[in-house]
């Protein structure tokens, strides 16, 4: 059954100053394009906080909302609730976009993540419900049942960047396939085990913090094999390149051809450029994270936390939290214990605290039904669809969170709680 957006037209109407303040209206591929009388007129705030609105614009004299993939619906709905004489879908342009850099920020990472809310949801309830069971050994983990619903809860964050790739791709207008292909190369099983070959040809930065090992050449060029499930950065970064080149490509081949040569040369030139390049340099941006974070609780446990708890939902929504979490690994191996991870397991919690006080608050039944999905999923510890469903796009309850993380991270750096491993299990 389709979507009914009468409700979310009549919001977006009354809060753009009503029907009579609406000269003209169109949309392209994400966003309602408003030319209104008075601008003024227009409720900024109240827009962006309504579900459904992931930001609001105004450039090129347009007054801009950007809904995203659902947009054309949205449309409907509004030119039917208004009677307006809709202008339809006009292509992306090059006006220059005034709003803030955290806007745009937010604007493409609601945009991206949106669409896959529900499965993160239903993957992290599933998820940390199987754990749950395991751990009170109500179900074997070596047992069929076990196994198949651990895969079932974490697939979609295994498989991550195979789901980023296509709605990367819609949100910088290229081949949706593409770019489920480029993620899917990125989770290949040969390039997963390959980063964990004991075939070593060399090692990059060794002595570091940065120290990788190379396994294999592309072209005689070293290639610093990593293990991509689970990111975020590498493939966004990959599929945005992957755009260039192909309307680039597009400029140049002949349109007889270019079903299946564009493809072609935007892969064979995207992913090596993505293995050589744009994945090695992402992760070590993580690494650079858990490089300084380990020497900042080595100066003072209190600000670390501080640090940890404010800073690792923003981490998390970029995918480079897996640089501490390489430290904590290593110091789990070589001590049995970890003082740095531990700082942010109450991050979580913040997050989902915010997230109840506004179920409890709002009156959008919609937003309820969001939230309270989105509050299940993060008493599990999976946060994702609450950060980027719920609390990021409307930005001040994020920052609460993040403040509330902090004094969660400061409390548990001033006490000096590490987290332990059982000496039997492996980590290799």
Known sequence: MAKNYDELAKTIIQNVGGKDNVTSVVHCATRLRFKLKDEKKANDDVL?????????????????????????????????????????????????????????AVALISGIFTDILAPLSAGGIIKGLVVLVGAMGWLSTKSGTYQILYAIGDSIFYFLPVFLGVTAARRFHMNQFIGLAIGATLTYPTMVQLAASKTVLGTLFKGTAFASEIHTTFFGIPVITMNYTSTVLPVLFTVWFASIIEHWAKKWIPSVVQMFLVPVVTMIIALPVAFIVIGPVMTWVGDAIGAVMSGVYNFSPIIAGLLMGALWQVLVIFGVHWGIVAVTTADLAALGYDPILGLSCMVCYAQIGVVLAIIRQTKDKKLKETATG?????????TEPAIYGITLPRKTPFVLSCIAGAVSGAIIGAFHYVLYIKPSIRLY
Do not use: C, M, R, W
């Open 48 to 104: 962006k906080d309504t579900d459904g609105v992931v930001t609001v614009v105004k450039a090129g004299g347009q007054y801009q909302v950007v809904i995203g993939n659902e947009v054309a619906d949205v449309y409907d709905a509004v030119v039917k609730e208004g009677g307006f004489n809709g202008g339809g879908q006009v292509p992306d342009d090059d006006v220059e976009d005034n709003s803030s850099f955290v806007d745009k």
């Open 374 to 382: 989105a509050f299940f999923s993060g008493l599990f510890g999976v």
